[in-house]
Each structure stands twice: as structure tokens, then as C-alpha cells.
């Protein structure tokens, strides 16, 4: 008990070991995915702020050109209050300065773009008061005024903004009434998204590659476990074998000498001594038997095939249990298949067998059908017994396994290798309507 719990332990640590380090595999996967993809949206933004900014300055300096605004749907500046100071393309009219709040900017991704609107009224004064050299406060007004006045075409003819006063901390804070105190870009985005889409299936990807080569690893470990409980069976019964090979061997004369000394001491004795010694030669006898079908069980050897006319042979087979087996042969003439007749006889006697003594007192007798199905030749046994339990129908033919009290356990071990040595296949299943049905079959010459 202990050796099997421990080999259970043991085959169940490399399943459990594999899918400890795959579920982490996986983990680790969609968290590298997930991360990249967080990334990849961060780096958009960066570039998106960092375009709003190159095009902020770039209205200051001089007119729009097309290699300014690639990939560039609407771009525009507000003043504080909302009205617009320059548009580009699709770029709202006014701007909804309450809105906007004290947020320092707005990142939105569409489907085939993204939208960022940031407050940059401080930072665009401070870039305006380190522009050139640094002459005096009217000049750099001066200098703004004209830029806008000369962009106004370009740029959605818009008037140019009031000029800044003269000097004075006043004029400064006039100046900020139409300076740019809100950028709005929405920029095309083709491609982001299926980029973004295309880690998820690669990761998607990688996970049902992860889960298959589980799978597979837990089939080859199955395969592996049955294939060492083939080897571990095999190994039992090639020394249980051995072990009836001799044990068979060596009670055969003993038995032979114990019949032959029941049949002298009969002579001349006691009726009641005789009746004695009956029981002891038919007990010899039958043990004698279970020798010989050991032997005949553990006897290797290749079956001798030829061609057997299908019909002649089964109704010549049916013909030795007239009176104890219906047959209902439906095979049309010429039809041939290989096999060794003595071993296919031996089989199927052993069937038939079975069936008249599980269906001792039944209403209806055994019957023996056979048809042609697939290409193959198929004979089945039928009887109305109480057929095999549940839990017992994968044993049936396994060496000296039986459901009778003095069944030796080798008859449908010894079917199914004569059967399979005629290149066939047997198979057990319940009957409809009760009872056991077994059927044999074989290929077509």
C-alpha cells in the first residue's frame, strides 16, 4: 500500500511540477504583454506632447507647411477665455475653457486617433521671454503681433491678437488676455491600435502554445506511466507463465499415474469404493485438463493462415451444437477469410461454451450470428445469461481472471490470443434485452 501511494506521489509530481512552471510561464507572459502595451501608450503620449509643443512654437516662428502638419487631423490654440487664436484642419472653433479646469492636459485614444488638449499659457510666456537675444518688452509684443499677422490667412483667418502695451507689469497681464492659454492636436493614429492588438494575439497565441506543450508533456508522462504498468504486468506474467509452464509440466505424470492406479483398484472393489475412486479419476482428469489448457495458453507460435470459405465453415461449426445453438449465418458464397481454422475453432468453442453454461435455463437457447460489416467478417455469440458486471467487463480476457466459482480463468484469455493470432479483434458488450454478447472479428481474404 505504502509502494503504491508513493509511486502515485510520484507520477503525480512531474503534472504538478510542469503546471506550476507553465501557469508562471504564462503569468510572466501576459504581465511582459500587458506592460509593453501600457508602454507603448505611454510613449505615444510622450510623442504626442512632444508634437504639440514642436507645432506650438512653430506657429510662433512662422507659416504651417505641409511637412509640419503629416499625420496632423486638428491642431489649435485658445486663448484663457476659449475663443481660438489659431486653427488648423478639423480643430474646434472655441475651446471650453471651465471644462478644461486646472487639469494640465487631456490624453484621449480613438479608434484611428488621439486627442490631447494641455493648458501651456505659463510655459508659452516663458519660452516668448527666451526668444533671441532678449530685447526690450515692446519689441518681442511687436514681434508676436506680426508673426500672427502674418499667419491669419493661413491659419484660419483669424484677426491677429491686440497688441501688448507699451511696458509695465499691466501690460504683461493685457498681453496674457490673447496669448495661447490652451492647445488642442488630435494627430492620426493608424496602426497603433493593431499593433496593440497584434501583442494580444501573440500572447494569446503563446498561451495555447504554452497550454499545448502541457498537454502534450502530460500524454507522453500518461503514455510513460501506462507504458510502465505494461512493462510492470508484462514482467508478472512472464513469470507467472513460467511458473505454470512447470507447475503444469510436473503434475502431468503424477496425474497420469493417479488415473491409472483409480482404474487398477476399481477392479474387484466395493461398489462403494469404486463410486470413491470415480470422483478421484474425474478429478485427476479435470486437472489434467487445466494443464493442458495452460500449456496451450502459454504454447507461442505463429498461426498457420489459409483461406476458409466463410459459410461452409460456419455452418459446418454450427452443425456440432445442433440442438444447443441457433445460428442466423448471413454471408454470401465465395466470401473468404485467413485464418488458422484449428485456433478460430478453439476460440469459438470456447465462446459457445460459455454461452450454453451461462444460459442454462434461460427461455431462449445461445444463437451464433455472422454477416459481413466493413470489409470484415463478423461473428458474434449471444445468450441470455446474467451476463458480466460492470466492473468486471475490462478483466474478461485478462490470464486466470473468471466470475465462476471453478472457472480456470483461461478460456477468454485463450480466445482472444487464438483470434488475434488470426490477424482479428473480440470484444465483449451487454446484450439488448439481457445477457452477454461477444463478437469475433475477422478481415476478408
Given at each position: 500500500m505504502r509502494e503504491r501511494t508513493r509511486r502515485r506521489l510520484g507520477r503525480l509530481a512531474l503534472p504538478l511540477g510542469a503546471g506550476a512552471l507553465m501557469l508562471a510561464l504564462t503569468a510572466s507572459l501576459w504581465a511582459l504583454t500587458l506592460r509593453e502595451r501600457a508602454n507603448r501608450r505611454l510613449y505615444l503620449e510622450y510623442e504626442v506632447y512632444k508634437v504639440v509643443t514642436a507645432m506650438t512654437d512653430l506657429v510662433r516662428l512662422r507659416t504651417l507647411e505641409a511637412d509640419d502638419v503629416a499625420d496632423v487631423i486638428g491642431f489649435g490654440l485658445y486663448a484663457a477665455d476659449g475663443s481660438a487664436v489659431s486653427l488648423y484642419g478639423d480643430a474646434p472653433a472655441s475651446m471650453d475653457a471651465t471644462a478644461m479646469g486646472y487639469a494640465p492636459s487631456s490624453f484621449t485614444l480613438g479608434e484611428s486617433s488621439v486627442v490631447m488638449i494641455r493648458s501651456i499659457g505659463g510655459e508659452l510666456l516663458a519660452r516668448m521671454n527666451m526668444m533671441g537675444?532678449?530685447?526690450?518688452?515692446?519689441?518681442?509684443?511687436?514681434?508676436?503681433?506680426?508673426?500672427?499677422?502674418?499667419?491669419?490667412?493661413?491659419?484660419?483667418?483669424?484677426?491677429?491678437?491686440?497688441?501688448?502695451?507699451?511696458?509695465?507689469?499691466?501690460?504683461?497681464?493685457?498681453?496674457?488676455?490673447?496669448?495661447?492659454?490652451?492647445?488642442?492636436?488630435?494627430?492620426?493614429?493608424?496602426?497603433?491600435?493593431?499593433?496593440?492588438?497584434?501583442?494580444?494575439?501573440?500572447?494569446?497565441?503563446?498561451?495555447?502554445?504554452?497550454?499545448?506543450?502541457?498537454?502534450?508533456?502530460?500524454?507522453?508522462?500518461?503514455?510513460?506511466?501506462?507504458?510502465?504498468?505494461?512493462?510492470?504486468?508484462?514482467?508478472?506474467?512472464?513469470?507467472?507463465?513460467?511458473?505454470?509452464?512447470?507447475?503444469?509440466?510436473?503434475?502431468?505424470?503424477?496425474?497420469?499415474?493417479?488415473?491409472?492406479?483409480?482404474?487398477?483398484?476399481?477392479?474387484?472393489?466395493?461398489?462403494?469404493?469404486v463410486a470413491g475412486l470415480s470422483i478421484i479419476d474425474d478429478e485427476a482428469l479435470r486437472l489434467a485438463a487445466l494443464a493442458d489448457r495452460i500449456r496451450g495458453f502459454l504454447k507461442s507460435g505463429e498461426a498457420a493462415a489459409e483461406r476458409i470459405d466463410a459459410r461452409g465453415y460456419l455452418a459446418e461449426f454450427a452443425a456440432r451444437y445442433r440442438g444447443s445453438l441457433e445460428s442466423a449465418v448471413d454471408v454470401a458464397d465465395g466470401v473468404a477469410t485467413l485464418a488458422d481454422p484449428a485456433r478460430l475453432t478453439e476460440a469459438l468453442d470456447n465462446l459457445v461454451s460459455n454461452a450454453i453454461d451461462a444460459g442454462r435455463g434461460a427461455a431462449e437457447p445461445p444463437r451464433l450470428e455472422a454477416s459481413v460489416r466493413s470489409r470484415r467478417l463478423t461473428i458474434s455469440v449471444l445468450d441470455r445469461g446474467g451476463g458480466v458486471p460492470a466492473d468486471m467487463a475490462d478483466r474478461i480476457f485478462e490470464p486466470f481472471f473468471t466470475t465462476k466459482e471453478r472457472g480456470s480463468g483461461l478460456g477468454l484469455a485463450l480466445a482472444k490470443k487464438n483470434v488475434e493470432a488470426c490477424g482479428g479483434r473480440i470484444a465483449y458488450a451487454d446484450r439488448p434485452g439481457g445477457g452477454a454478447a461477444f463478437t469475433v472479428s475477422l478481415p476478408l481474404a
Open positions: 537675444p532678449g530685447g526690450p518688452a515692446p519689441e518681442r509684443g511687436q514681434r508676436w503681433r506680426g508673426q500672427m499677422q502674418g499667419r491669419q490667412g493661413s491659419l484660419g483667418g483669424l484677426p491677429p491678437p491686440s497688441p501688448p502695451p507699451e511696458s509695465g507689469e499691466a501690460g504683461a497681464d493685457a498681453m496674457t488676455g490673447r496669448l495661447p492659454a490652451i492647445s488642442y492636436i488630435e494627430l492620426s493614429t493608424q496602426g497603433f491600435l493593431a499593433e496593440q492588438r497584434l501583442f494580444l494575439l501573440l500572447a494569446v497565441a503563446a498561451t495555447g502554445a504554452v497550454a499545448g506543450l502541457y498537454l502534450m508533456l502530460l500524454a507522453m508522462n500518461r503514455g510513460y506511466a501506462e507504458a510502465k504498468d505494461r512493462e510492470a504486468r508484462d514482467r508478472e506474467l512472464v513469470e507467472l507463465g513460467q511458473a505454470a509452464r512447470t507447475i503444469a509440466h510436473e503434475i502431468k505424470n503424477p496425474l497420469g499415474v493417479i488415473r491409472i492406479q483409480c482404474g487398477l483398484l476399481k477392479r474387484g472393489a466395493p461398489e462403494g469404493i
